[in-house]
């Protein structure tokens, strides 16, 4: 497997499915490697400990942690596994952040505001570069601006992952704007 592969490979089964591995992940989402690595193998796939720690390790996005002790891995934000229910502090964030989604989404966007769909949180970024790039990997990307200021004001709660990503359970519409100043 290609080092892409081998994340996004780690990233469906330590978001979404560890049991397509025989994997238990705990609460917090953290999962052995050794066992990663093992269920891995024994569905056909070559995967090594030195691919994940690797996987860990390299890219921008930072999307995994190891334990101090570099035994356990997990995935820092984006489960849909009922098996992790991570718990991050609150925090007040900028008074701006951003999403990027992909064009064919935005109707139901406007309609609905964001939400998690199968995740627990919905993912927003500190920056519009970072907000493009996300919006890629669905196909043209377009950004929406969110008064996260105006909505941690009405109380709405966000939470800072690791790798600065900022969560929180929803986006109604009416805090949602774009470039143009239009929803």
Request: net charge neutral; aromatic share 6%; proline share 5%.
């Amino acid at each position: 497997m290609t080092p892409e592969d081998v994340s996004k490979f780690i990233a469906y089964v330590l978001r979404h499915a560890p049991e397509s591995v025989g994997l238990r992940l705990d609460a917090e989402g953290w999962a052995d490697i050794d066992a990663l690595v093992a269920g891995a193998v024994a569905g056909g796939r070559r995967l090594t400990r030195p691919d994940v720690v690797l996987a860990s390790t390299s890219g921008a996005k930072k999307r995994y942690e190891l334990s101090g002790d570099g035994q356990r891995i997990r995935a820092l934000q984006g489960h849909s596994t009922p098996q992790v229910s991570r718990s991050f502090e609150a925090g007040v964030p900028p008074d701006r952040l951003f999403h990027g989604t992909a064009t064919r989404f935005l109707d139901a966007i406007r309609a609905q505001g964001l939400l998690p769909g199968t995740r627990q949180h919905v993912h927003l970024s500190a920056d519009e570069a970072t907000a493009v790039q996300v919006g890629q990997r669905h196909g043209r990307a377009h950004v929406l601006r969110v008064d996260a200021g105006r909505m941690h004001a009405l109380g709405h709660v966000f939470h800072r992952a690791e790798n600065g990503v900022w969560l929180t359970e929803a986006v109604p519409p009416g805090f949602l704007s774009e470039p143009d100043g239009a929803v």
